[in-house]
Structure formats: structure tokens, C-alpha cells
């Protein structure tokens, strides 16, 4: 499975993982599904594409998902976003709304967020693959720890990053990271369910651009190309 992380960075710093009982056991999980005749998204081509686009020394945001689009087609490796082609998701064109509250930036004609990946915006879901038609099939399989890591070493070994946090679960997912050394921006989701509970409004791309500019940093172009 690691064939498929190709950046050599995030391939280094995660050596040690691919030893681990967790791991095995998860790989074994996955070998068993696809026998059983089982469809998962997303190919394994995408498994890890939100680390192949976004080394780890390019990485200033991370946005974290929960689980892939469960649907045909949609889920090619980063949180959120679908393949061009593919009707944008509900909490993606929410996503888009503020946006364009926020930036003035229009919404896109497609919901594939490639753009913000190679500027280092990593779009790092909880658990990376999931079984075609049922949300959440591989949730608690082992993923959370290998996702969890990644956090670890981004909060450990960097600084000045900017955490986008949707919703209760990625939050709790990023409780460890230092708030002395890196931004925290938190909102409820931008799913329909609780969007208006304040993720509309909360200016996530301008306060991320301002943060970066005030540690020198080049800011994100939010616009998708």
C-alpha cells in the first residue's frame, strides 16, 4: 500500500508506520473487502494524494475531512473535494458560498480543490478509504492513527501552520496541536445540518491569508483553478 505514497518526505517520516500491528491489521482489513468483491473509494492511485500533492515541507494549512465520498467517482484522495466532472457536494458548495462572502471569489464550475493542494493546503480526511454507498464503513480500522501521526509530526516538526477545523470531530482530532506555535480556526461544519450555526460568517480564508502574511509567509490564492 505504501507503493502509492510517492513523496519521498511524507515516505520517510512515515517509515516506521507501515511496521506497525495497526497498520497490518488495516491492510489485512482492506485485502479482505476488495476479495469479498467489495467496492472502495477512493482508487488506490488517490489513496494518498492529499500527501503526494502537498510535501511536507510545502504544507502552511490543513483542512481536515472526516471520510471519503462515499459515492462513484467523487473521492480522488483530498477532504471535501470531488473530481472535475462531478456535481459538487452539498458541504463543498457551502464551502464555495463563503468563500465568496469571504474573498468575493466566485464559485467555481467544479468542486476539485487540486489548487489549494499544491499552494499547501493539505486536505487530510480522518480515515482515507471507505466502502462504496455506506459513509463511515472504515471508520475505527486504523486509519484515525495513521492520519493521527501525520498531525503529530506536522505540529512537532513545523510552525506557523493554519488548522481550518469544521465541526466537532476535527477538532477533537487536532486538541494536541500548539496553539503557541501554530493558528487554530474553528467553526461548525459546512454541512447543511449546522452551517448556519456559525460556519457562515467565520471568514476562514481571509483570516488564514492574513496569518500567513504576518509571519511572512505567501498567502493562499483560494481561487480554484
Not at 510552525?159 to 474553528?186: C, M, R, Y
Amino acid at each position: 500500500m505504501n507503493d502509492f505514497l510517492e513523496d519521498k518526505t511524507w515516505k520517510k517520516l512515515l517509515a516506521d508506520q507501515w511496521e506497525q500491528p495497526y497498520m497490518k491489521e488495516l491492510q489485512s482489513f482492506l485485502v479482505r473487502e476488495k476479495a469479498l468483491g467489495k467496492v472502495l473509494y477512493p482508487k488506490e492511485k488517490d489513496l494518498f494524494s492529499a500527501l503526494n500533492l502537498t510535501p511536507f515541507d510545502r504544507v502552511k494549512v490543513v483542512i481536515i475531512g472526516q471520510d471519503p465520498y462515499h459515492g462513484p467517482n467523487q473521492a480522488h484522495g483530498l477532504s471535501f473535494s470531488v473530481q472535475d466532472g462531478v456535481k459538487t457536494p452539498p458541504s463543498l458548495k457551502n464551502i464555495f458560498k463563503e468563500l465568496e462572502d469571504d474573498l468575493k471569489i466566485l464559485s467555481p464550475s467544479h468542486g476539485c480543490l487540486n489548487s489549494w493542494a499544491s499552494q499547501g493546503v493539505l486536505l487530510l480526511n480522518n480515515v482515507l478509504t471507505v466502502e462504496a454507498g455506506i459513509a463511515a464503513a472504515h471508520s475505527g480500522k486504523g486509519w484515525e492513527i495513521f492520519t493521527d501521526q501525520i498531525i503529530k509530526l506536522l505540529n512537532e516538526q513545523k510552525e506557523n501552520l493554519v488548522f481550518i477545523l469544521w465541526g466537532s470531530p476535527a477538532q477533537k482530532k487536532a486538541a494536541k496541536v500548539d496553539t503557541q506555535k501554530h493558528f487554530i480556526i474553528q467553526s461548525p461544519h459546512p454541512s447543511p445540518l449546522s452551517s448556519y450555526r456559525g460556519f457562515f460568517g467565520s471568514k476562514p480564508f481571509s483570516k488564514t491569508n492574513h496569518y500567513l502574511v504576518s509571519k511572512g509567509l505567501a498567502p493562499i490564492s483560494w481561487e480554484i483553478k
